[in-house]
């Protein structure tokens, strides 16, 4: 897998596990806390969605590669 965010669309218990591995030290864990302390993230995209349908989907999940999900 070569999408980090697409990571947490993994079951819980299975992300859980990989992030336990992956991102409980060094800069990864820094990485991750800044991430989840944040209040605010911007998503900036070349995609210009033109129906209803896209623009859900793109606000949604995009595609599945640079939307993280908590």
Known sequence: ?????SL????RSEWAKIR???F???KNLQSME???KSIMMVVLS???PTT???KGK???HADGKTIWFG
């Open 52 to 54: 209803l349908t896209e």
């Open 34 to 36: 800044s991430i989840e």
């Open 8 to 11: 947490t669309t993994l079951p």
């Open 46 to 48: 070349d995609e210009s």
């Open 24 to 26: 409980s030290k060094g």
């Open 1 to 5: 897998m070569r999408s980090i965010p």
């Open 20 to 22: 336990k591995i992956h």
């Open 58 to 60: 793109q606000l949604l």
